[in-house]
């Protein structure tokens, strides 16, 4: 039945990972509208219990997480190239960077310059330290890199660099399940494998949601002061809305001529209103607190990896810390597989260091001068900012408030607003490309209005957090990250692992590094739309499989699963017990009914797809004829590049 809609929409992707993460979309939308009370308690509580029980555990993750990427860099594994041995990367670091930061943290940035400073200020997170004064701006600065430097990134590295090598080196599909493949072998495409995907495209989209949502609300208020208009559910549904057409165009429209180009110029306004307020500020205080902060988060560093405010337990880490990391771990995917493919070509070295260093070097850069801005308005200014921000909670204004201070306020405020809303199209354009992408499990163009979907469904969510529920906005928001974050963290650990084994099996125990070659895995459904297509290439198998003759001296033994060579399709229903005969016991991949290999006997149910190995002897209906229940069954001719004899 799936698979019947799917072609009747005209899609080109897997039917059961894509309706069954538009299934999940739509229940939580129902239930969100019919049930709000309800669904407020649900994610309220379980969010509560997070964070009371296993905020620990968050904390401790992303550290684990970033000593992980530092070994691993600095080992021998570190010159592994993510592609062919002599491929080069396909973007300029410039380009590269850019992408990294617009459909990375680029809305986040905008909508934290000035808040996070100016909240640490006032309520400083640690005990012992006098609010507004000068030791609280400083342990301000430590924490807001903390939150925005290494740990944030390391977040998005780990899966960025399992995508990498499982995509380029291993050249499996696309999908968060081919991250587990040393784990789960052909089952990536099975029960599992679907699973861990639709769960894995449910949550990116929850995540990025939740920063739409922030983006959405920093938009609403400064079209308020610029242009009075109010701060409503109705604006903040037709400024999702509008910005959602225009991503729809930009994603129809690919990653280079679309994403690519938006990227670029999103980075060019943003540099150039940083070294307005940088200019126009108190530039030489800007440039020594820069300085100084860093210093100060380095310093704090150690401490903060492990911090968790358990002797205190004030709290702040909850509403702060563990919301940030697991808001963060949801939209990994997403980023995690943009970052891959933008990154193919790099060695695991450079890309380490690349994606860590780059965008926290930046984040030193551009909070140390919104900070110190903040910092000098409050200690030699007029102030007003603790009271617009912290007293009455106007987060979304922050920036703009911050920007009143400073010349051609109206002009800058209007360019904060136009930074916002293109981080706003390149999140979400470079977001529905990738869920797309981990749907379909290839990386050919789909059809249109199969990427635009995507777009649509982030919209809709972050209209629904926003508006349709009962909590405020902003806490609506928080809860959901945090309860949708803890599976993601469980994946970190086992990305670890499965990376790991993947690395030392490709390359041995010891020796020189050279690793096994990879034929490209397709996930079933799209082999077998290549194979009637007559594009397949011979390179391409449906198993994970490399090719004979790669292995390094010493590399373990890897078993060859049997590729299949033939398409036995039944058409109607087949009777109870039907059976189709072959010659011995082998694998076999079913599409549509049930399939279930026992000895020699090939025992199918309903209608069903059966891909028998190579090697089998298939035996029609009409050939045997004592099986009952076996209607029209047609055996198709061996397919090119499935296999070959072993």
């Known amino acids: ?22 299934g999940l979309i739509v229940l939580f939308v129902l239930a969100t509208l019919l049930l709000t009370e309800q669904m407020d308690a649900l994610f309220a509580g379980g969010s509560a219990w997070l964070i009371t029980n296993l ?17 691993l860099a600095v080992s021998r594994f570190g010159q592994v190239r993510l592609g062919a041995d002599d491929e080069r990367p396909g973007h300029s670091n410039l380009s590269w960077f850019a992408m990294l930061f617009a459909a990375g943290i680029g809305t986040i940035l905008m909508f934290w310059a000035v808040a996070e400073p100016v909240n640490h200020f006032a309520n400083p997170p640690r005990q012992g330290v006098e609010p507004a004064s000068m030791e609280s701006a400083t342990e301000a600065m430590g924490f807001t890199l903390y939150h925005f ?24 599909p696309p999908r968060v399940s081919s991250m587990f ?38 938009i609403n208020s400064g079209l308020a002061r610029l242009f009075g208009v109010s701060e409503s559910a109705l604006s903040q549904i037709l400024i999702i809305t509008a910005v959602s057409i225009v991503a729809s165009v930009s994603v129809a429209l690919g990653l280079d001529k679309g994403i690519k180009r938006l990227s670029n110029t999103n980075i060019l306004i943003a540099v150039g209103l940083l070294v307005f307020i940088l200019v126009t500020g108190p530039t030489v205080m800007m440039l020594k607190g820069m300085v100084e902060s860093a210093g100060t988060y380095l310093s704090m560093l150690p401490q903060l990896a492990f911090w968790n405010d358990t002797l205190a337990d004030t709290g702040w880490q909850s509403g702060w810390t563990v919301f940030y990391w697991a808001w963060t771990i949801t939209w990994s995917p997403f980023v995690g597989i943009f970052i891959a493919r933008i990154s193919r070509g790099r060695t695991i070295r450079q890309f380490v260091f690349g994606v860590l260093a780059f ?40 920036m703009f408030e911050f920007l009143a201070n400073f010349p051609l306020a109206s002009i800058t405020s209007a360019v904060g607003v136009l930074v916002v809303v293109l981080f706003f199209i390149t999140s979400i354009d470079s977001a529905a490309l990738v869920m797309d992408t981990m749907g379909s499990g290839h990386e050919q163009e789909s059809p249109v209005h199969q990427r635009v979907f995507w777009v649509v469904a982030i919209g809709v969510i972050a209209a629904i957090l926003l508006t349709a529920t009962g909590a405020q906005g902003l806490t609506a928001l928080q809860n959901t990250a945090i309860l949708i974050g803890l599976p993601f963290f469980v994946f970190g650990y086992l990305q670890i692992y499965s990376l790991l084994r993947a690395l030392r099996e490709d390359a041995g125990e010891v020796g020189v590094l050279t690793t096994r070659r990879w ?24 198993a994970p499989d490399y090719v004979h003759g790669t292995e390094p001296e010493n590399a373990p033994e890897i078993e060859h699963p049997a590729q299949p060579d033939y398409v036995v399709e039944y058409h109607g229903t087949l009777g109870e017990d039907a059976e189709l005969h072959v010659d011995e016991a082998r694998p076999v991949v079913a599409e549509g009914g049930t399939v279930v290999a026992e000895g020699g006997t090939v025992v199918a149910t309903d209608r069903a797809t059966v891909v028998a190995a190579d090697g089998v002897e298939v035996v029609p209906a009409d050939e045997n004829p004592a099986v009952p229940g076996l209607d029209d069954a047609e055996v198709q001719p061996p397919r090119a590049g499935a296999g070959e004899p072993r």
């Open 1 to 22: 039945m799936l698979t019947r809609l799917h072609d009747a929409l005209r899609l080109r992707t897997s039917p059961v990972v894509f309706f069954g993460s538009a």
């Open 55 to 71: 905020g620990w555990f968050y904390v401790l993750g992303v550290t684990v997480f970033l000593l992980f990427l530092l070994y």
């Open 149 to 172: 430097g290494l740990h944030t990134w390391t977040i998005f590295t780990l899966p960025a660099l399992a995508f990498g090598y499982f995509m380029y080196k291993r050249n499996l």
């Open 181 to 218: 493949q040393p784990l789960l072998g052909e089952g990536i495409h099975g029960p599992v494998g679907r699973a861990i995907d639709i769960l894995a495209i449910v949550g990116t989209l929850f995540g990025v949601a939740v920063s739409i949502g922030l983006g959405t609300m920093q």
């Open 359 to 398: 965008p926290t070097l930046f984040s030193v850069v551009w909070f140390g001068i919104f900070g110190m801005g903040v910092f000098d308005i409050e200690l030699n200014g007029d102030g007003g900012l603790v009271e617009a921000v912290v007293d009455e909670g106007d987060i979304p204004g922050a």
């Open 519 to 542: 034929r490209k895995v397709l996930p079933p459904e799209e082999f077998q739309r290549r194979s009637e297509e007559g594009t397949l290439e011979d390179v391409v198998v449906v």
